[in-house]
């Protein structure tokens, strides 16, 4: 049985060579939906073609042999989104056919293409890494659906998992008007806003989201320890920092300077701390974690419950608390706005323990979003660990993330929140 592509491409988005393997990629997708396909009654049946394209499920088989599907593909800026900086290409796709005198259309699918070389495939890992944590996966989780590569570069295939208007489920007879809504979007409409409607939804966004990875975080309530070093467990997140942090070295000292002035005050060097910490063993209380959950990465669904996407950097046991610190950084200054005062800034910096903050939540809304996220942490992390199992790793993910400094919205609270930890640490002797 034969299930001919075409394709229609608007706008001269691939060259020669991705397009060709983009078709073939296209082929490649319906031989597996088929191929892997009951037959029941006559018509075929997968929970693959279910996701993808329910209204094929209705369909005689010998009325689809011989058909021919047309392939849409979208740059994903189209939809409302960003690309992220893994070097993928992201694409919106969408299939239509035309039976019984209509256009029938497919669910959208997110299509990433990578050009794989000797260093790796990035989508081959994130194929495996979501596949490491199928058995925690469940409705909330857009993991991937199909992987497939040829000599040049690897595809990788997963729901679009956001607004779909007026479009539903694969069955609607219209063509699917697509938006991509996610919790980055939300926190900047709230921020500028400053509504109480928008404030609450970015709370209940954050608490279904920590509960939805609540069973990854405590391994299926099998709690794990491991002993290492906080290098061996963070290496990941300081993003190779050998090769970006002279300028951030220059400007603050090297690791052997413990002093320095910033802001007419004295300080202790983040470098300093950070070569003292990573050398020191922990016992990290590992689960499963997401490892890159940020608010790009929560898609908002149509009734307003969070969806998880990108498994790029998943983990089956590692540190949870990765989860939470990645987050808190965002808040703290990757989304705060620049508006901000000196004085906000100062303040929010030196908020780290719990009470600090959660005392404030009726002063600005990003102390409301912090207190979510630290309720969500308490559940887990014990009181009496938090200190050396949150703080420490906080600090490190902070100082990783100078090396994207050019892309945050608040400087200043990257500076002074990155100091203050360093303070932090050292008044209470973390580094020891």
Not at 237 to 264: A, I, P, Q
Not at 299 to 312: C, R
Request: hydrophobic share 40%.
């Amino acid at each position: 049985m034969k299930h001919r592509l075409s394709y229609s491409i608007t706008f001269d988005i691939l060259a020669d060579e991705e397009l060709n393997s983009s078709l073939n990629a296209f082929q490649e997708l319906f031989n597996f939906l088929f191929s892997n396909a009951e037959i029941k009654k006559g018509k075929y049946f997968s929970n693959h073609i279910k996701i993808f394209w329910p209204y094929l499920l209705h369909i005689e088989i010998d009325q689809l042999d011989n058909s021919e599907f047309e392939v849409i593909l979208l740059p994903l800026n189209r939809v409302g989104a960003v690309e992220g900086a893994s070097g993928s290409r992201v694409f919106v796709t969408y299939f239509s056919l035309v039976h019984k005198e209509f256009t029938r259309y497919s669910n959208p699918m997110l299509f990433k293409f990578y050009k794989h070389d000797i260093e790796g495939d990035k989508l081959e890992d994130e194929r495996g890494n979501a596949e490491s944590v199928e058995s925690f996966t469940n409705q909330h989780f857009a993991v991937p659906m199909f992987y497939s590569k040829d000599k040049f570069y690897s595809f990788l295939w997963a729901p679009f998992t956001s607004n779909i208007y007026p479009f539903s489920k694969g069955v609607g007879k219209g063509r699917p008007i697509l938006k991509e809504e996610n919790l980055w979007k939300l926190i900047r409409k709230a921020f500028r806003s400053q509504n109480k409607a928008d404030i609450s939804l970015v709370n209940k966004i954050l608490r279904e989201t920590y509960d939805i990875f609540h069973f990854w975080h405590i391994n299926n309530d099998n709690p794990l320890t491991i002993n290492r070093t906080y290098l061996e467990e963070y290496k990941w997140y300081l993003r190779n920092h050998s090769d970006w942090s002279n300028v951030w070295l220059n400007c603050w000292g090297s690791s052997e300077t413990k002093d320095l002035m910033e802001f007419n005050r004295q300080w202790i060097n983040p470098f300093w701390i950070l070569d003292k910490v990573l050398e020191k063993k922990q016992d990290f209380s590992c689960g499963a974690i997401h490892g890159d959950l940020h608010p790009r990465n929560i898609v908002i669904a149509q009734d307003d419950t969070p969806m998880i996407i990108d498994f790029g950097w998943t983990q089956k046991s590692a540190h949870f608390v990765k989860d939470f610190a990645l987050m808190e950084a965002n808040f703290r200054f990757i989304q705060l706005p620049s508006d901000r005062s000196y004085d906000f800034v100062d303040q929010l910096s030196k908020s780290i323990e719990y009470d600090s903050i959660s005392s404030k939540v009726e002063d600005d809304c990003v102390y409301s979003w912090l207190t979510t996220i630290r309720n969500s942490l308490n559940r887990i992390c014990d009181k009496d660990d938090f200190k050396s199992q949150y703080i420490i790793p906080l600090f490190i993910i902070s100082i990783g993330m100078l090396k994207l400094s050019h892309q945050f919205t608040n400087q200043i609270s990257m500076r002074l929140t990155i100091l203050e930890l360093a303070k932090y640490i050292y008044d209470n002797e973390l580094y020891i």
